[in-house]
């Protein structure tokens, strides 16, 4: 049994991935670009603990799997940013690769724990 978000693969895999988005482009000067994808980051790591932490007393797990799927869209909108920084030439083909990767793990593993949740 998991007691503390901390704990959660899922939490601790976002951590590494607000990380590495935050070295990445904290040089970058294009700031709305940098912001955007710094905060839909952020947002998967959040939305994680805070549906975690909202769920601890609740009689069902509507609220977690609630912010599980926002996590998830998070998810989407961080590999669909990798793709324009890739595009534009912020990030190498081979970074953005790896980060997507990164993401996709996260998102499967979100939805393995939504399914999980669901059938509870």
Not at 49 to 68: M, T
Not at 95 to 106: A, Q, V
């Amino acid at each position: 049994m998991v007691y503390n978000f901390e704990e959660l693969v899922i939490w601790q895999l976002s951590r590494e991935l607000v990380r590495r988005i935050y070295l990445l482009f904290r040089s970058n000067n294009d700031f709305g670009f940098r912001d955007q994808i710094q905060r839909a980051a952020v947002s998967i790591m959040n939305n994680i603990s805070e549906g975690f932490q909202r769920n601890k007393f609740a009689k069902d797990n509507k609220q977690f799997i609630n912010f599980l799927n926002i996590a998830y869209g998070s998810c989407g909108e961080v590999r669909n940013m990798l793709y324009i920084a890739e595009d534009i030439n912020y990030l190498s083909a081979e970074s953005s690769k790896e980060l997507r990767d990164k993401i996709i793990e996260i998102e499967c593993k979100i939805e393995t724990l939504i399914k999980k949740l669901q059938s509870k």
